[in-house]
């Protein structure tokens, strides 16, 4: 049996630009990943293809699939549902294959509480990083504005700690870059290479 692939989870706050850096990453001749479409109930915009944007689906359709056990995770966003499908990454990961999905933060939990194991990437945006420098030049922005900045960087911060790692979405061919190599690095993580490699010596039951 081969080993089991790892799922790869990126996530972030919304408008950060998680669809466009997954797009750039996918776009890439060296990509290995594969892309979990997810299902949702929103209307299709132009350009999209059902089966490859997302599966396009009715409320009640989406409803019982949540009702058959049918999704790894969902969340409402924006009064529409969006969800995993269990059974394509179930099976992709079986054949040894890494899965990746980008979703929003709600269903990122979900799946860390599911799959301990993946590898969960917070994208975060590049205004974030200003914040301080511009506390520091209060003169540039009123106390409002700073106040605002804070509540939502602390609301930003208080997600990005269940996360493994943080890329800044400063530029996406480097965001893209960034994420690439955490998961190139992730793979010889001792913890994720040394069951497989105790097997080969024959010393499974040991420490
Ligand atoms: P959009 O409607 O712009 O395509 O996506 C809206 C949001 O839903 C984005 O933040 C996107 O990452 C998120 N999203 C897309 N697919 C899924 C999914 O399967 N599950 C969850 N929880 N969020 C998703």
Redesign the pocket.
């Known amino acids: 049996m081969p080993k089991r692939g790892m799922l790869i989870v ?3 706050p ?3 630009g ?2 466009t850096v ?1 797009k750039e990453i996918f776009s890439r001749e060296d990509n290995t990943f594969h892309y ?1 479409v ?3 109930t ?1 209307k299709k ?1 132009p350009g ?1 293809v059902d089966g490859k ?2 599966f396009f689906v009715s409320k009640e359709e989406f409803e019982k699939e949540i009702e058959n056990g049918g ?5 409402k ?2 009064d ?1 549902y ?4 269990l059974k394509y990454v179930n099976e992709m990961l079986d054949q040894g294959k890494d899965v990746f ?8 939990m ?1 799946v860390r509480e599911k799959v301990p194991d993946g590898l969960f990437i917070f994208l975060t945006p590049p205004d974030l990083m200003e914040l301080r420098q511009r506390i520091i030049n209060r003169g540039t922005d009123d106390l409002a504005t700073i106040d605002k900045r804070m509540e939502k960087a602390v609301g930003e911060i208080e997600m990005m700690q269940n996360y493994d790692y943080a890329v800044v979405n400063d530029e996406v061919p480097k965001a893209a870059e960034k994420i690439q190599t955490i998961i190139r690095a992730e793979r010889w993580r001792v913890k994720r290479f040394l069951p497989d490699y105790k097997k080969q010596l024959g010393l499974d039951d040991q420490q």
């Open positions: 990126l996530s972030g919304s408008g950060v998680k669809g997954r979990s997810s299902m949702t929103r915009r999209e944007d997302y999704m790894l995770e969902y969340a966003y924006v529409n969006y969800g995993t499908p999905l980008e979703i929003e933060v709600k269903g990122a979900q």
